[in-house]
């Protein structure tokens, strides 16, 4: 960097939004997103993940939402659907398929709507055409991707490998691992993505029934305060016709020129897309407090993980450090941007790192190779997949096998 | 910290995006000179020897400019006329951001899908994106400093663009006041315009009205 992203002061540059102060419909404040989570009284609530999504929907001004029945395996969507009648959003209809959801969210936000949907599994994959559309027309849609297993035969269980499919769409895409993670997130991803700078759409994933389905406290900001509404009038692209681009540009001919002139503008715009994500680092650092979370990373032996891995890992620690085995770790907060240069950092003089995760290939393992030096050090798991979970005995077990220590066989 | 520099090019057959080599944007209150964060009044100063010094300064506005949405562009255009005059520079107008075709006329229009033929046409050296789309700026730029020395300068209403040679952010009609009262500040310090001499075209609604003898 150029210049260095403080943490120290965990703000980004306040709303100058013209109705910041008004009143909306249902008689809440818009509120800079700053004085949501910094000022404002936190109420600790029960909830399940999916009840946190309508509780952050009720917050987040949003205009439409977009639903397809089969997905998510979460209640969301149907939530987000009382809301709706109870007046808290502008539009909420039901889509055709996952494809024609994530196409009639692209037709909101290119109307100017803040616009939330929710996919998971097999719906992500049947929509993925929609998402480097998102991307490379500038549409800040958030879809929160409660992850779930993509494969055949069908499973409705957790299993992370379709945020793997997401990782080059252009998007944002941001893991939580708690409930309140996935609160904060939510809210906080809408901002980030609609700076002027970033303006490109964010996956807020979370993992399917571990947080969508059981009940955590959660601090929630009042309900008479809601962040301030999309401003379209700050979107780094014109208001779509078919006059202006990125439709102009496909309808004409120049999509089909083989010359260096549209060459070089198809590069330049993905390269852009690809812009876009690596500035959302200076908006998300102060928000998220960082990319990562660090605990004892001066330790030999480092877990690195995202989603509900690193809450099992913090349970696996602990079990380790009663047998006399200090371990540290890092908990990845967001995947795009990678927080490369922290990884780097907090994994200078680790001699283990081991990356538990939930999904058949280990790809959180192959994007932490891919960028630190040594990269042998890196264990590529444990990791489950197809829905089970990961008991952080077997995390315990996996470090001490590695490690080469004497350890009580786990039998399933 | 990146050491990457932005300048003038040409760079490379397809130069990388400043932002993929951890340039970062200026905060308010401050500015971007070829890939370093400073204050804002050092980019007025090294903007307006940077004009002075060029012999086909150019302004491009784009839409947000040129359209009159609201009664602050026009307060904005009026004041870029004031600009360009000072110096003067040339405009020639990013009208909007369809590709041209069949073929671009470079003499009176750029396009951000192949900016490089105006800079090239008109030997442009200093040039000025105000006005434009942000992406549509981004692309332009690096596409410029990808194949042309023509020395990029941004007044971006929003964000600013670290693709840009120089560039200010939350450029509003005081900041277009301001980098040209630093423009007048250095004539009468007695930096002359290198500019060469040059008649505007004038263009309405149904495009040139008026082309230069």
């Given at each position: 960097m150029n210049k260095t992203v403080e943490l120290t002061n965990k703000r980004i540059i306040a709303s100058s939004h013209e109705k910041l102060g008004?009143?909306?419909r249902m008689d809440q404040t818009y509120t800079d997103v700053n004085d949501i989570f910094y000022k404002a009284e936190q109420t600790p609530s029960f909830l399940t993940g999916s009840e946190v999504i309508r509780e952050a929907i009720k917050r987040a001004s949003v205009g439409t939402s977009?639903?397809?029945?089969?997905?998510?395996?979460?209640?969301?969507?149907?939530?987000?659907?009382?809301?709706y009648a109870e007046g808290y959003l502008d539009e909420y209809f039901r889509g055709e398929s996952e494809f024609a959801v994530m196409g009639q969210c692209a037709g909101a936000a290119f109307g100017g709507h803040r616009v939330f949907t929710t996919t998971a599994g097999p719906g992500t994959l049947r929509a993925m055409e929609n998402f480097p559309m998102w991307a490379g027309?500038?549409?800040?849609?958030?879809?929160?991707?409660?992850?779930?297993?993509?494969?055949?035969?069908l499973s409705i269980q957790p299993d992370t490998l379709e945020m793997y499919y997401l990782l080059e769409t252009g998007m944002l895409v941001w893991h939580a691992e708690t409930a309140q993670d996935l609160f904060d997130f939510i809210l906080k991803g809408f901002i980030v993505a609609e700076q002027p700078d970033v303006h490109i759409p964010i996956a807020v994933c979370c993992d399917g029934f571990f947080v969508t389905h059981t009940k955590d406290t959660v601090e929630l900001p009042p309900l008479d305060l809601t962040l301030t509404p999309y401003d379209p009038y700050r979107n780094p692209q014109p208001v779509m016709d078919m006059e202006t681009s990125p439709f102009r540009m496909m309808r004409d001919p120049f999509v089909m020129k083989s010359n260096y002139i549209s060459y070089a503008t198809h590069a330049s715009w993905q390269q852009e897309i690809r812009s876009?994500?690596?500035?959302?680092r200076k908006h998300t650092i102060p928000l998220l407090d960082g990319l990562i979370d660090e605990m004892n990373t001066d330790r030999e032996i480092l877990i690195v993980a995202s989603g509900t891995a690193v809450s099992q890992s913090r349970e696996a620690i602990r079990l380790l450090e009663e047998d006399g085995v200090k371990v540290?770790?890092?908990?990845?907060?967001?995947?795009?941007?990678?927080?490369?240069?922290?990884?780097?950092?907090?994994?200078?003089?680790?001699?283990?790192?081991?990356?538990?995760?939930?999904?058949?290939?280990?790809?959180?393992?192959?994007?932490?190779?891919s960028?630190?030096?040594?990269?042998?050090?890196?264990?590529?798991?444990?990791?489950v997949c197809g829905g089970m979970t990961l008991p952080c005995e077997v995390i315990v077990e996996q470090i001490k096998i590695h490690l080469g220590m004497e350890t009580e066989k786990l039998r399933m | 910290m990146s050491q990457y520099k932005v300048l003038p090019g040409p760079e490379a057959f397809l130069p990388p995006s400043a932002a993929s080599m951890g340039n970062v944007?200026?905060?308010?209150?401050?500015?971007?000179?070829?890939?370093?964060?400073?204050?804002?009044?050092?980019?007025?100063?090294?903007?307006?020897?940077?004009i002075l010094g060029a012999k086909v300064p150019t302004i491009f506005p784009g839409p947000l400019v040129l359209w009159k949405i609201n009664p602050h562009v026009a307060e904005k255009a009026t004041a870029l006329r004031e600009l360009a005059n000072e110096v003067p520079m040339r405009l020639i107008p990013m009208a909007d951001y369809r590709p041209k075709y069949p073929k671009i006329e470079a003499q009176y229009e750029i396009n951000p899908n192949h900016p490089n033929l105006t800079i090239w046409h008109n030997k442009i050296d200093v040039c000025?994106?105000?006005?434009?789309?942000?992406?549509?700026?981004?692309?332009?730029?690096?596409?410029?400093?990808g194949g042309t020395s023509c020395y990029t300068i941004a007044m971006c209403a929003m964000a600013g663009h670290e693709d840009a040679c120089l560039s200010f952010r939350d450029a509003d009609v005081a900041m277009i006041h301001k980098l040209r009262e630093s423009i007048k500040k250095l004539k009468s310090e007695g930096v002359e315009s290198q500019c060469t001499p040059f008649q505007q075209f004038k263009m309405g609604r149904t495009g040139i009205i008026e082309q230069p003898a």
């Amino acid at each position: 960097m150029n210049k260095t992203v403080e943490l120290t002061n965990k703000r980004i540059i306040a709303s100058s939004h013209e109705k910041l102060g008004q009143k909306n419909r249902m008689d809440q404040t818009y509120t800079d997103v700053n004085d949501i989570f910094y000022k404002a009284e936190q109420t600790p609530s029960f909830l399940t993940g999916s009840e946190v999504i309508r509780e952050a929907i009720k917050r987040a001004s949003v205009g439409t939402s977009v639903a397809y029945p089969i997905t998510p395996q979460s209640e969301a969507a149907a939530l987000i659907g009382e809301i709706y009648a109870e007046g808290y959003l502008d539009e909420y209809f039901r889509g055709e398929s996952e494809f024609a959801v994530m196409g009639q969210c692209a037709g909101a936000a290119f109307g100017g709507h803040r616009v939330f949907t929710t996919t998971a599994g097999p719906g992500t994959l049947r929509a993925m055409e929609n998402f480097p559309m998102w991307a490379g027309a500038r549409l800040p849609i958030q879809v929160c991707v409660t992850c779930r297993g993509i494969n055949s035969p069908l499973s409705i269980q957790p299993d992370t490998l379709e945020m793997y499919y997401l990782l080059e769409t252009g998007m944002l895409v941001w893991h939580a691992e708690t409930a309140q993670d996935l609160f904060d997130f939510i809210l906080k991803g809408f901002i980030v993505a609609e700076q002027p700078d970033v303006h490109i759409p964010i996956a807020v994933c979370c993992d399917g029934f571990f947080v969508t389905h059981t009940k955590d406290t959660v601090e929630l900001p009042p309900l008479d305060l809601t962040l301030t509404p999309y401003d379209p009038y700050r979107n780094p692209q014109p208001v779509m016709d078919m006059e202006t681009s990125p439709f102009r540009m496909m309808r004409d001919p120049f999509v089909m020129k083989s010359n260096y002139i549209s060459y070089a503008t198809h590069a330049s715009w993905q390269q852009e897309i690809r812009s876009a994500v690596e500035r959302s680092r200076k908006h998300t650092i102060p928000l998220l407090d960082g990319l990562i979370d660090e605990m004892n990373t001066d330790r030999e032996i480092l877990i690195v993980a995202s989603g509900t891995a690193v809450s099992q890992s913090r349970e696996a620690i602990r079990l380790l450090e009663e047998d006399g085995v200090k371990v540290g770790l890092v908990k990845i907060k967001t995947i795009r941007p990678f927080p490369t240069e922290e990884i780097k950092r907090v994994t200078k003089n680790a001699k283990h790192i081991f990356v538990p995760e939930f999904n058949v290939v280990g790809w959180l393992a192959r994007e932490i190779k891919s960028i630190i030096p040594d990269n042998e050090r890196v264990y590529e798991g444990p990791h489950v997949c197809g829905g089970m979970t990961l008991p952080c005995e077997v995390i315990v077990e996996q470090i001490k096998i590695h490690l080469g220590m004497e350890t009580e066989k786990l039998r399933m | 910290m990146s050491q990457y520099k932005v300048l003038p090019g040409p760079e490379a057959f397809l130069p990388p995006s400043a932002a993929s080599m951890g340039n970062v944007l200026p905060d308010p209150g401050e500015a971007y000179i070829e890939g370093v964060v400073v204050s804002e009044e050092e980019a007025y100063e090294r903007a307006a020897r940077k004009i002075l010094g060029a012999k086909v300064p150019t302004i491009f506005p784009g839409p947000l400019v040129l359209w009159k949405i609201n009664p602050h562009v026009a307060e904005k255009a009026t004041a870029l006329r004031e600009l360009a005059n000072e110096v003067p520079m040339r405009l020639i107008p990013m009208a909007d951001y369809r590709p041209k075709y069949p073929k671009i006329e470079a003499q009176y229009e750029i396009n951000p899908n192949h900016p490089n033929l105006t800079i090239w046409h008109n030997k442009i050296d200093v040039c000025i994106f105000i006005g434009v789309h942000c992406h549509m700026a981004n692309l332009s730029l690096k596409i410029i400093r990808g194949g042309t020395s023509c020395y990029t300068i941004a007044m971006c209403a929003m964000a600013g663009h670290e693709d840009a040679c120089l560039s200010f952010r939350d450029a509003d009609v005081a900041m277009i006041h301001k980098l040209r009262e630093s423009i007048k500040k250095l004539k009468s310090e007695g930096v002359e315009s290198q500019c060469t001499p040059f008649q505007q075209f004038k263009m309405g609604r149904t495009g040139i009205i008026e082309q230069p003898a």
